[in-house]
Nanobody
Framework: QVQLVESGGGLVQTGGSLRLSCATSGRPLRSYNMAWFRQTPGKEREFVATINWSGSITDYADSAKGRFTISKDNPKNTMYLQMNSLKPEDTAVYYC????????????????WGQGTQVTVSS
């Protein structure tokens, strides 16, 4: 089992950048396929980006392509989401998720979740 803790959220102006971190403990991060999701009030949690256990496969939601970059530092047991050119519509609570099997873009494919970190982009 793995525990996930997000950090790095905050308030940023339109066009700004943030880097979210997801620190893991328990089983080594290198074993896990990981993803970022986000959620706004009244809406379902939506896929943002995913990375497989080795880092050889990444994929993004259309809304994130070209602006966000997912990465993982296995020795540090930390996954990142670099977010550039932020827009007000990126405002959400961002969650990291992980599992030994590859859930890819599906929420149900990940058993382990962090508590979330708030990202607010002001216009």
């Amino acid at each position: 089992q793995v525990q996930l803790v997000e950090s790095g959220g905050g308030l940023v102006q339109t066009g700004g950048s943030l880097r979210l971190s997801c620190a893991t403990s328990g089983r080594p991060l290198r074993s896990y396929n990981m993803a970022w999701f986000r959620q706004t009030p009244g809406k379902e949690r939506e896929f943002v980006a995913t990375i497989n256990w080795s880092g050889s496969i990444t994929d993004y939601a259309d809304s994130a392509k070209g602006r966000f970059t997912i990465s993982k530092d296995n020795p540090k047991n930390t996954m990142y989401l670099q977010m550039n050119s932020l827009k007000p519509e990126d405002t959400a609570v961002y969650y990291c998720a992980g599992d030994l099997t590859y859930g890819y873009k599906s929420r149900s494919g990940y058993r382990y979740w962090g508590q979330g970190t708030q990202v607010t982009v002001s216009s």
